[in-house]
């Protein structure tokens, strides 16, 4: 095989695995009406993917408005008056830092945790087992799951950018003596709803993400553990990878609509 036939036949696979997430997507997506009255089923995936993930997002987030603080005053020094402290970590925080690495954590541990389950659910055809007994496997096992990240993650992320921005406080308080005056007034002074706003839209489309990458590579897990093993592994590097593409996107089109008035 040349060179030439590798590359077409990866864009080839590429694009097929691209058709079939959508297709999955959109087969979940007319199944939500169902899956709403099935309150367990969605409120257990509700739980797992927040409750679930609130002491990993808490650690992340303190640390995250730590260094944001630390880095802005490094650069501030000699240039920037420290009362724009608390502007520079509110914006970074609720914009870009809350949601995207909330999402990376929370898809390390959901999409993982997700392709483990519905892997071994594939390989031990318990899946099969649904379909024999007339249960819809995207109703009963991808609906339920895509709806709890969608509904989640702009919750964590909220939680994520209010603990961030504490962080950042007592980062400034204690290590950069700025005054909780100076801090929470700078903090407010060009920080606007259309910031927050535009942090809880990347929120939404990375639960989507992390719930479909995590159901699509557990539903086509093959070959026992070590094909779980493999499924495990693709659902979390291709999470990662679509959240920091999306959020390029996505980042584009709000800047140049929400934040370009």
């Known amino acids: 095989m040349n060179a030439v036939e590798y590359v077409g036949r990866t864009v ?71 009362r724009y402290l608390g502007t520079v970590i509110g914006k970074s ?55 709890a990240g969608l509904v989640m993650l702009p919750i964590i992320t909220i939680f994520a950018d209010f603990i961030a921005i504490i962080g950042g406080f007592v980062v400034a308080l204690i290590g950069l003596d700025v005054s909780t005056h100076v801090y929470f007034t700078g903090l407010k002074l060009f920080l606007h709803p259309s910031d927050v706003l535009s942090g809880l839209v990347k929120a939404f489309f990375f639960g ?18 070590e094909g779980v093993g493999i499924a495990t592994t693709k659902a979390v590097v291709s999470s990662c990878l679509l959240i920091l593409i999306t959020d390029y996107i996505l980042a584009s089109l709000l800047f140049s609509t929400v934040f370009s008035g």
């Open 93 to 147: 925080v609720v914009i870009e830092l809350g949601p995207v690495l909330t999402a990376l954590v929370v898809g390390g541990r959901v999409g993982a945790s997700i392709a483990a389950e519905l892997g071994t659910m594939k390989v031990t055809e318990q899946i099969d087992a649904l379909e024999t007994l007339a249960i819809d496997p995207i109703r009963y096992l991808v609906a339920p799951r895509l709806l």
């Open 208 to 225: 989507v993400i992390i719930a479909m990458m995590g159901c699509y590579h557990g539903l086509r897990t093959q070959g026992g553990a």
């Open 12 to 82: 080839g696979f590429s694009l097929a695995e691209v058709g079939a997430v959508f297709l999955l997507l959109g087969s979940a997506v007319k199944t939500i009406p169902k899956a709403i009255r099935q309150k367990k089923l969605v409120a257990e995936q509700m739980l797992r993917i927040g409750i679930g993930s609130l002491p990993l997002v808490l650690v992340t987030s303190i640390f995250t408005g730590g260094v944001a603080a630390v880095q802005a005053a490094y650069q501030f020094q000699d240039y920037v008056p420290m």
